[in-house]
């Protein structure tokens, strides 16, 4: 899986299949997030979340809602990310569930 990818480069991620065990579930979704259309997607989206106020002990205190994920983990979904050795290691921990290849 990994032995054709080497660190410093951008490589694109396919997922097979959804693993099974929560964990990996979120390790690719911390993957995801690192794409770079994923941040755009996520800063425009928490542009357009209201954040409302209201007042505690005589100070004003924010109500941030909760982010929606803009990326899902299932077959057929592919992300690219940067390379770096943490990575690489994630992705050996997940090499059962998605293809790798230099984008």
Do not use: C, Y
Not at 10 to 17: A, E, G, Y
Not at 40 to 57: D, F, M, N, T, V
Not at 65 to 70: A, G, I, N
Request: hydrophobic share 40%; charged share 30%; glycine share 4%.
């Amino acid at each position: 899986m990994t032995t054709e990818v080497k660190t410093g480069q951008w490589i694109k991620v396919r997922i097979v299949s959804r693993p099974k065990a929560a964990a990996r579930v979120k390790t690719l979704m911390r993957l995801a997030n690192q794409d770079l259309a994923n941040q755009k997607a996520r800063r425009r989206q928490s542009k357009s979340r209201p954040i409302g106020e209201h007042r505690r002990g005589g100070r004003m205190w924010k109500d941030r809602p909760p982010h929606l994920p803009v990326f899902e983990v299932k077959p057929g979904n592919t992300f690219k990310v940067f390379a770096s050795l943490d990575v690489v290691k994630d992705l050996k921990s997940v090499a059962d569930s998605v293809e790798v290849a230099p984008a």
